[in-house]
Nanobody, 116 residues
């Protein structure tokens, strides 16, 4: 069973930056799309950013210009700049062998808290 292993969450002040990383446990596993969802307390889970093999991307409107998704084989990164308190949420890595946006495999989640 392929697992997604996340790292990089934490506490940051407004205007600060964080970088999330997520790696699939099997480097030879063929993954089409990878990305990040987030879920804040009392809110629905939403797609933050996704990146497909070949370059197709999808960003949540509220993070465009502030977040950047990138990928190296079966590892995906989310660079988050100019963070705002409303970015506070649990961030989940996601990967998919065929579907778009990705939704097949999920990480355990990492907490991002933006607060002064």
């Amino acid at each position: 069973q392929v697992q997604l292993m996340e790292s990089g969450g934490g506490l940051v002040q407004p205007g600060g930056s964080l970088r999330l990383s997520c790696a699939a446990s099997e480097s030879r596993y063929s993954i089409y799309g990878m990305g990040w969802y987030r879920q804040a307390p009392g809110k629905q889970r939403e797609l933050v950013a996704a990146l497909a093999h070949g370059g197709r991307t999808n960003y949540l409107n509220s993070v465009k210009g502030r977040f950047t998704i990138s990928r190296d084989k079966n590892t995906v990164y989310l660079q988050m700049d100019s963070l705002k308190p409303e970015d506070t949420a649990v961030y989940y890595c996601v990967a998919d062998r065929a579907n778009w946006p990705p939704r097949e495999l999920w990480g355990q989640g990492t907490q991002v808290t933006v607060s002064s």
